[in-house]
């Protein structure tokens, strides 16, 4: 068995388990188990009767293979979009009520950033593929084959690259020659296509942009929060800590849209008349930062944004 040692360091660990409801016997969903942080810390420190991890990445069950001798705990590989489906066993269990609450850790672990045949950083030369879960289409698959007019939409929709069109046109062109195929390669083409010099890393926006794209991240997200809710039991929370503002932003919005407070995605959009069936409190009235002393120790966490919500009693539905 592959023995890989875990480098993830979990991003707002402490904050977003001080949210759980405070009681004991608790049934939890670790949706995005990574290296397992999460789980080790509430299997260790709370009073837990079951807990279920879920990632889509089956190298997740390597760190998961520790924990599997606890028999209040359970991994599942699968997406979170079927989340539902992926405990419906736990559901169905006789004189179970529901879950008390249900993490999403989003983002990627440092295990699949750092992995050298994955292609996620643009910092390590490896193979254009970036899938969490190894099926389906690459981000070599897209590079080599989507228009340049999807390329570049991907780009600016997903990434906010406000190059994307010259990059977009930078990639059909050496495509022709040679197909692109490795981060390297790719990155040697954007730094071609920018003519500025920016602050962050030429490539920070497209990397992004691909990421979310071959994963459909963003319809991921909202699947699995409209079907955690049906999940939870009256009190139960869902804890979200986000990766950029694009997954935020949706977060945000889902939680405001289905606690009924005012929402538009921007000023600029109508307002939507019907606000649905008010089922979330808010919890959190901001986002919350992780603090100095944690991005100082972890600069990866530095745009993490905490966000936990409650399903409201019955009584007021
Ligand atoms: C930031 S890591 C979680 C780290 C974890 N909390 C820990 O402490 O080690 C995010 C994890 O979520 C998984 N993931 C992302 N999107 C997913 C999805 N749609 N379905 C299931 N797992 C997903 C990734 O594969 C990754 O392992």
Known sequence: MNTQTNKHIPVMINQAVNFLPQKENLNIID?????????????????????????????????????????????????????????????????FKGFDAIFFDLGMSSNQIEDKKRGFSFQINSPL???????????????????????????????????????????????????????????????????????????????????????????EISEA????????????????????????KLVKEYFNHKSGKKWRSSRHNPEPSDTGQITLKIITKKAIKPDNIEIASNPRCRSARLRVAEKIMESSL
């Open 225 to 248: 929060l409209n079907k955690s809710e049906k999940l939870l039991i009256p009190g139960g929370r869902i804890i979200v800590v986000s990766f950029h503002s694009l997954e935020d």
């Open 129 to 219: 593929d970036m899938r969490m879960s190894g099926k389906g289409f690459s981000a070599y698959d897209l590079i080599n084959n989507f228009s340049e007019i999807e390329i570049a939409n991907i780009f600016f929709k997903y990434g906010q690259e406000k190059y994307s069109k010259s990059i977009a046109k930078k990639i059909v062109e050496n495509r022709k020659k040679n197909n692109i195929q490795t981060t390297e390669d790719l990155i040697k083409i954007i730094k071609n296509s920018i003519k500025l010099k920016t602050k962050k890393h030429p490539a920070t926006k497209v990397f992004q942009a691909l990421r979310i794209y071959v994963n459909n991240e963003l319809h």
């Open 31 to 95: 949706a995005t188990f990574g290296g397992g942080g999460y789980s080790k810390l509430l299997l260790m420190n709370k009073n837990i009767n079951n807990l279920i991890a879920i990632d889509r990445d089956p190298l997740a069950k390597i760190y998961a293979k520790k924990l599997e001798n606890k028999t209040n705990f359970k991994f599942i590989e699968g997406q979170f979009s079927k989340i539902d489906q992926l405990v419906s066993e736990q559901m169905n269990k006789k004189n």
